[in-house]
Every structure is written in structure tokens, then in C-alpha cells.
């Protein structure tokens, strides 16, 4: 029986919870993980994987006896449900923010009693978004840029990506569709509506899957568009820009300001 009044004992059904509790030093707590779990490294080496993205081995879990169950999104929903009924503390969160994920990150740490060790992650991020809006904040040219979830169908940027964009000093080119929650409602019709905006940096970050030049290059009329032109397109990798956790920040917006401030200085 757990004596503490912090949850002991915590499956991480995604892999940004994970990364989250290692980076705490609070990966001892963890009995359970997703089989997509990737960042650290360590930690499939360490921890059962008892679940995917979509689907969960209950068994697994409720094997583990948790004192707790940490999910995101409403995909989780259902898995979610289960685990409640079962009787099993259960958190879905669904953070789709720059912000979002930052309070998450810290209602995760109050949560779990390690607020102290979170304050530093915490404030290095909220100085980093700062930073980057203070600098970008009066920019007049901004680099257009196509952000490629997935390729069939196209799928365009989630809010996060959309906006730390922004934060880097570039410009979504369908920044107004990542306000909607639902991958189904970022879907393109065809390659046209990216020809029609003219992005001049192109970023192909497919979710599960490498990214393949060659596809990009046999789609109509892919001479038309500007990044193909002066060649500056480029993969991104998922396990960072993708998982609303720490990584998201403390890597991905980096990372855009750096291929951002690369291109302007070409001009």
C-alpha cells in the first residue's frame, strides 16, 4: 500500500509523461510505459511496456498495480475510461499550446510532489518563449513556412508547432488550421493549396515514419513552389517537435530559430 500522499507507482501511457519523469529524476516511480516510448533511451530498457498509442494491454497495467495512469489526448479517451472504472487514478491530458504544455508539465510535477525539481525546466522554458518573442516580435519579413505532419493525406502543423513557427520568426502558411484539435480537420485536399501559398522553407516531420525525399519530389508541380526552388526543405524529427513535453520547447524551438535565422541570413 502506498503511505505517501504522491502517487509511487505510475504507468506513462505516452512518451512525453516518460521523458518528463526521467528528466525529474523521478524515473524510479515509473512501472509502466508505452511501447513508443523512445526518449531516454533507457528507459525500454528499464521499464514494461504495457500499452501503444490507441490500445492497452489492461493485464499489464493493472499487474503493475499504479497508484496512477498518465495519458495524452482524447485518443486516449477510451483507454482512459477503462482504467477509471477499474478504480485507477487516471489523468488525460490534452495540451495543444505552447502554454498548455508548459502548465501541463507543471501540474504533472505539483502532482507528483516534484514542483521544486520542475521550477528550473519550467523557468528555462518560459525565458526561452521570451526570448524568442522579444526578439522576433518586431520582424517585417517572415520567412513563410509549410510544416508537413504527415503525407497521405497531408496533414498540416498542430498549435504548438504553429505557433513556437511564430515564436522563431517565421510565418505557418496554414496557421489557420492548426487551431482545430482533430488531425482529420488539418488535412489538405491536394499539394495545390501548398503550391498557392508559396512557403519558402518546407518541414517534413511525418509521425512514425521517415520522411522520403524522393515522394516529395515526384508531387505535380513541386517546381512551383519556392522551398524546391532554393532547396530549403528538410526533415524534422518526431520524437522532439511532436511530443507535447519538454523536448517540444527545449529542443524544437531551437531548432526553428535556427533554420529560420539560416535562411534570412542567405538573403
Known sequence: MNTSKFPNRIVCLTDEVTEWLYMLGESHRI????????RPAEAKLEKPMVCG????????ILDQKPDMVIGFSDLQAEIGAR?????????????????????????IARMIGAE?????????MRSMVRSAQLKTKHLTNRPKVYFEEWNSPLITGIKWVSEMIELAGGEDVFSELSVHQSAQERVLFDFNQV??????????????????????????NINQVPFYQ???????DPLFMLQPGPAAILEGLPFLERIIEDYNNKK
Open 195 to 220: 503550391i498557392d501559398k508559396a512557403p519558402e522553407i518546407g518541414l517534413f516531420c511525418w509521425c512514425g515514419r521517415k520522411f522520403d525525399e524522393a515522394e516529395l519530389l515526384n508531387r505535380n
Open 31 to 38: 512501472v509502466g510505459i508505452s511501447a513508443f516510448a523512445e
Open 116 to 124: 521544486h525539481k520542475a521550477a528550473v525546466y519550467i523557468e528555462k
Open 53 to 60: 498509442f490507441t490500445g492497452a494491454n489492461y493485464k499489464k
Open 83 to 107: 482504467l477509471i472504472k477499474e478504480g485507477i487514478p487516471t489523468l488525460i491530458t490534452n495540451q495543444r499550446s505552447v502554454e498548455e504544455i508548459i502548465n501541463t508539465l507543471e501540474m
Open 230 to 236: 532554393t532547396k530549403d526543405y528538410q526533415e524534422v
